[in-house]
T-cell receptor, first 112, second 116 residues
């Protein structure tokens, strides 16, 4: 069974640009969550999508947004990038959102 | 304000001995707890979970204990093996009556080093 796939693995962007990250969950999983990992703040919850609806949201500014498609694939978008957005962005999927979440390997975003 | 705390940034244990990783939480709404293991450049790997209706859950070499009154949980690994060397994260969530759960709140992690 294929795991959670995140693309791209690495990305370098310039301040002010926008970026879109992609996540393909495990087949059959309907919940997709996004997390940001930085050395200072650790792993922080961004938002969760379930059946194409945002079900839960963390404490991040509106520049961070996401969506989920009918096949459960999800995208995360960050607009007007700041240097502080440099981080590892992790996607996690689960069947219903309350069982063990399976994480992807992440997308390493560097903002210069 | 950190709602999930792992107060030991690192822990060194001899191979074959027991590793005990600790985690404290402050939010009494948390009722679902998970442990993850993470290697560099990889996403966290789910190890074991426990809901607040239990005080212990076992899976092979891994056992998680939950003390709700103390708002404390621990992960025991017995016996410790070299491949267990990694960063371990404690995470907590609140289950929703309508299904699903709130996003996971993670601790900052404990780097476990298993010495031969």
């Amino acid at each position: 069974k294929a795991g959670v796939t995140q693309t791209p693995r690495y990305l370098i962007k310039t301040r002010g640009q926008q970026v879109t990250l992609s996540c393909s969950p495990i087949s059959g999983h309907r919940s997709v969550s996004w997390y940001q990992q930085t050395p200072g703040q650790g792993l922080q919850f961004l938002f969760e999508y379930f059946s194409e609806t945002q079900r839960n949201k963390g404490n991040f500014p509106g520049r961070f947004s996401g969506r989920q498609f009918s096949n459960s694939r999800s995208e995360m978008n960050v607009s007007t990038l700041e240097l502080g957005d440099s981080a590892l962005y992790l996607c996690a999927s689960s069947f219903a959102g309350a069982d063990g979440y399976t994480f992807g390997s992440g997308t390493r975003l560097t903002v210069v | 304000d950190q709602q999930v705390k792992q107060n030991s940034p690192s822990l060194s244990v001899q191979e074959g001995r027991i590793s005990i990783l600790n985690c404290d939480y402050t939010n009494s709404m948390f009722d679902y707890f998970l442990w993850y293991k993470k290697y560099p450049a990889e996403g966290p790997t789910f190890l074991i979970s426990i809901s607040s209706i239990k005080d212990k859950n076992e899976d092979g070499r891994f056992t998680v204990f939950l003390n709700k009154s103390a708002k404390h949980l621990s992960l025991h690994i017995v016996p410790s093996q070299p491949g267990d060397s990694a960063v371990y994260f404690c995470a907590a969530s609140a289950l929703r009556s309508g299904g699903g759960a709130d996003g996971l709140t993670f601790g900052k992690g404990t780097h476990l080093i298993i010495q031969p």
